[in-house]
């Protein structure tokens, strides 16, 4: 399969979690948990990737955009798409997105967002994100030390 310069992913409603992980990694990505068959083909058509768990949607789907998930674990799934689509570390951009609204985020001062964020964070960090849509701030914390990475993915793929 042919990676895209900015691939899109659509996610059917077996991989929310998934999906959230996508967003982190900086991927755009449609959460539909009501995905039918013609707005999967719509999404197709469009030339985004298809992830989806449910076997009878993917056989009639078959194809290079339509990718079957196997696993349940949100760690191996971002393996098998790693593996299907051919991404590299160029692809991913780390907290760009918003993991609700799927929206991009973008750099703000600490003093845009001090009376958002609690005391502490706003006393201890220094890079706040926040996000067009719905206004959410994001700043890197404990949960970006747990970040699941490319370099951290294929590293557990190969073995290394």
Not at 63 to 76: P, R
Request: aromatic share 10%.
């Amino acid at each position: 399969m042919e990676v895209l310069t900015t691939p899109c992913f659509v996610v059917d409603a077996a991989l929310g979690r998934l999906a959230k992980w996508l967003r982190i990694a900086g991927f755009d990505t449609i959460y539909d948990p009501s995905l039918s068959l013609a707005v999967a083909e719509f999404y197709i058509e469009a030339g985004k990737t298809l992830l989806t768990r449910k076997a009878t949607l993917f056989d009639v789907l078959k194809g290079e955009n339509v990718i079957y998930i196997q696993s349940d674990h949100y760690q191996e799934q971002l393996r098998e798409v790693i593996r299907a689509t051919g991404l590299e570390s160029k692809h991913f951009k780390p907290f760009s997105r918003c993991t609700v609204c799927n929206l991009s985020t973008v750099n703000v001062s600490r003093t845009a967002v001090a009376e958002r964020v609690p005391d502490y964070i706003r006393e201890n960090v220094d890079t706040f994100f926040i996000c067009h849509g719905c206004k959410r701030v994001y700043w890197r914390g404990s949960h970006s030390s747990n970040a699941v990475s490319y370099t951290h993915l294929r590293a557990h793929e190969t073995g290394r």
